[in-house]
Structure formats: C-alpha cells, structure tokens
C-alpha cells in the first residue's frame, strides 16, 4: 500500500499523467506492415498501439515484430511486409487500464512496461500513461514532501539501527 502522503503529493500531477489518444502515434489493425514499420521508424519509438477502425484498442505492435517478418532463409526479405498486415503480428494480451485509475496499478505495471494503455468501457483507446510522466510525478513528489510534511523516522526503527 502507497503511503497517504506520497500518494496525495502524486495525485496533484495526476491529470498530466495521460498523454491523450490524439497525441500517441498509432496504426490500424488492418494497415499492412510495411506501413507500420515507416510510422514506426518515424516516430521512433519502441512500441505503439494499435486500433481498429472505430479507435478500439487492439495490441502493440514494436519493430522487433515487424523484422521478425522479413527474416528468411536467405537473409531479410523485406517484400513479406506488404504481404502481412498488423494483426498478424502484434501483441494481443496487454495490460490496460480505466479511469479513475489507481496509482497503485500504474506503478505496478511501469515496473516492467514503458507505458500503459488507458482505454474507456467500451476499449476505446483515450491514451498512455508513460514511465516518464510518471517519473516526473515522482521528482515532483521528492522535492515537495518536505514542504508539506514533516519526516522522521520512526523511534523503535532508529533503535534498531543504531544497535546493529
């Protein structure tokens, strides 16, 4: 569980956690790989979303999956890119959230992913909560907590210290 302070300091920067969906780069299930690895290679980052043509979130799709595609036998073929489409190759089984999001379950999911897809009721993609922004939360929350907490440890934990 979060400490009431941290999580309170957090939450003051809680509405630029979320980078909105018209600001994420993204591609369409049914877009041919080709296309995704020039948006891709464009945007230049690692992995990005993928939605259907009503903007439902369907998976992630990343590079590493598109070249795994143009590795043949004799080397890398990149002609397979226009055979393939997005949906053959993206990630399916993602982690997404709702809001009201939890801190809690952001934090647990940033430990192992760059980002979180933030989808409503319906799956529609509304936008990404990155490890950076929430890393900027954090240095928000260090700089602050002493100007609106006092800190000290606790007396039985400085004893015990102080004897070993």
Do not use: W
């Amino acid at each position: 569980m979060i400490a009431k302070a941290v999580e309170q300091l957090m939450e003051q920067r809680k509405e630029k956690f979320m980078i909105p969906a018209e600001l994420v780069a993204n591609v369409l299930e049914n877009n041919n790989l080709e296309h995704a690895f020039l948006v891709l290679t464009k945007v230049r980052y690692a992995k990005i979303p993928v939605l259907d043509s009503k903007q439902h979130f369907k998976g992630l799709l990343s590079l590493s999956m598109i070249t795994e595609t143009m590795l043949g036998l004799n080397g890398i073929d990149p002609s397979n890119l226009t055979k393939h489409t997005v949906a053959d190759v993206m990630e399916k089984d993602v982690h997404t959230i709702q809001k009201p999001f939890k801190l809690e379950d952001i934090l647990h999911i940033l430990v192992d992913e760059n980002f979180v897809v933030v989808v409503d009721e319906q799956e529609i993609f509304t936008g990404i909560i990155t490890r950076r922004e929430l890393l900027k939360s954090v240095n928000h929350m260090a700089h602050e907590i002493g100007n609106n907490y006092e800190i000290k440890p606790l007396i039985e934990k400085a004893d015990s210290i102080r004897s070993n």
